[in-house]
């Protein structure tokens, strides 16, 4: 993405907001929430010529700043649309990638249908990502906003079961864009993962962002316990343990099993969590969940770690202290070790090539599939990425869809 900083800066800094947020719209088009989420210290703010001496410009803060000045003023307009073309595009999935392509094949004058499986849009952005680190009123705006191009939104439509792929084409689709996402969560495979009280984060944080389980109002279970443990290091895991944390968690423990430096979390969601109370165990292994004479979680036996050499990922691999077991007193443990694609596309559309962990194999530029006239984007062919990284894919996608159409 080729955002022009300096340009979006001068406009900021003439009082020129708006100017701003269309200047990052030529590139973006999730300014609030990229603003919000988007690991900006990894991307923009590190090409900052400040942050060689001292700190970076806060690039994503003047982003949200613009978007909300932008919001706040319901400014937020759909630009000039070209005439409506006569082919219609399916996209499946409402993440960042199947936002992003939708927006963008709109504007180019397709029709497009947004078949999303959820009864609300967004994907990670509204069942993943916790109210308060990205509120979900500035996720509808995003998806309003798709709706004023003329996208037709069709929620609780699950691709694969209500329609296959094939069906979509003989539907009289002519290209299919598919941005599942990676929602099937990774568990631990420890003694006692089944017992009461075990829980993905996926499952948690679906229950409370998506389901509300906060507000009485909406009738949602879920489980409230006072000690608990989350397991992984990423921002998964810290949004897991700071929502429990908010539904009453008195003792909230994050366990990795390697040190501080590799967490894969933004330094500064760790940062906020910590100041909020969350407890860190590092170079620790949770290898058996303990129950009691119910099947309920009463605590979990940790292994503490040592690093030895670097594994393929390029972290160094850590490695069980002999003798050195211990038991954390939990009745609640959710696991946050990842999540991969859910194989329900692959499995109802012949001839779509997957990688051995089951992710659609697709050109990185095009995000062209082995099955013509379809192409993926997002998670679902990278696994767990980041917002920006989808919303790239979706961006490109939509682009090679158009040159694609214009072929046949
Ligand atoms: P998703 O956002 O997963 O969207 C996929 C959508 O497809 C979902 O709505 C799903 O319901 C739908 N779907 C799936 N199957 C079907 C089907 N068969 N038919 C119809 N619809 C279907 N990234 C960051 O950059 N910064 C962060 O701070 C950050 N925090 C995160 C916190 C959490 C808790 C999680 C889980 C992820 C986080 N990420 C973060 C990662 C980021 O959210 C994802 O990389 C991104 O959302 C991927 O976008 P996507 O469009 O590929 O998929």
């Known amino acids: 993405m080729q ?51 001292g700190e970076p410009v806060a690039i994503a803060n003047l982003e949200r700043f613009v978007a909300d000045k932008e919001r706040e003023q319901a400014k937020v307009e759909a630009p000039a649309l070209p005439s409506r073309k006569k082919e219609k595009i399916a996209v499946i999935g409402s993440g960042p990638a199947g936002i992003s392509a939708a927006g963008d094949l709109a504007k180019l004058g397709y029709r497009v249908s947004l078949f999303e499986a959820f009864h609300k849009s967004g994907g990670v952005l509204v069942y993943g990502i916790p109210e308060f680190r990205l509120p979900n009123s500035v996720v509808e705006e995003e998806v ?93 895991t810290m949004d897991a343990a700071r929502t429990a944390l908010r539904l009453g968690g008195k003792e909230v423990t994050v366990v990795y099993r390697r040190s501080r430096r590799e967490m894969p979390a933004r330094p500064n969601e760790v940062h906020h969590g910590e100041e909020e109370g969350l407890k860190i165990r590092l170079l620790t292994n949770p290898v058996k969940i303990l129950g009691d004479e119910k099947g309920w979680v009463r605590g979990m036996e940790c292994l503490r770690m040592r690093l030895g050499e670097p594994d393929e990922s390029g ?17 609640l443990v959710i696991v946050a070790i990842g999540n991969g694609p859910h194989p329900l596309i692959a499995q109802t559309t012949p001839d779509l090539k997957t990688d051995k962990k089951g992710h659609i194999v697709a050109d990185e530029e ?37 040159s694609y159409l214009k072929r046949q």
Do not use: H, Q, W
Request: with cysteine; glycine share 14%.
């Open 3 to 53: 955002i022009d900083i300096p340009a979006f800066i001068a406009l900021i800094t003439r009082g020129d907001y708006g100017g701003g947020a269309r200047k990052i719209k030529e590139e973006s088009c999730l300014l609030a929430v990229c603003g919000r989420v988007c690991p900006a210290e990894d991307n923009c703010e590190k090409m900052c010529v400040l942050g060689k001496k």
């Open 315 to 331: 972290r160094r691999r850590p490695i069980g202290v002999a003798g050195s077991e211990f038991v954390l007193k939990v009745e």
């Open 144 to 236: 309003n906003y798709l709706r004023k191009l003329g996208v037709e939104i069709k929620l609780n439509s699950v691709i694969g079961r209500l329609f296959t792929i094939g069906e979509l084409f003989e539907d009289g689709f002519k290209a299919v864009f598919v941005g599942t996402g990676a929602g099937l969560p990774r568990f631990l495979g420890i003694p006692g993962e089944n017992l009461n009280g075990v829980l993905s984060a996926n499952e948690y944080l679906t229950r409370t962002n998506l389901m509300k389980a906060y507000d009485p109002a909406y009738r949602t279970p879920i489980l409230k316990r006072k000690r608990i443990a989350v397991i992984g290091g990423g921002n998964v």
């Open 366 to 402: 095009t995000g062209e599939t082995s099955r013509k006239g379809v192409f993926a984007g997002g998670d679902i062919v990278t696994g767990s990425a980041t917002v920006i990284s989808a919303m790239r894919a979706g961006r490109r996608a939509a682009r090679a869809i158009d």
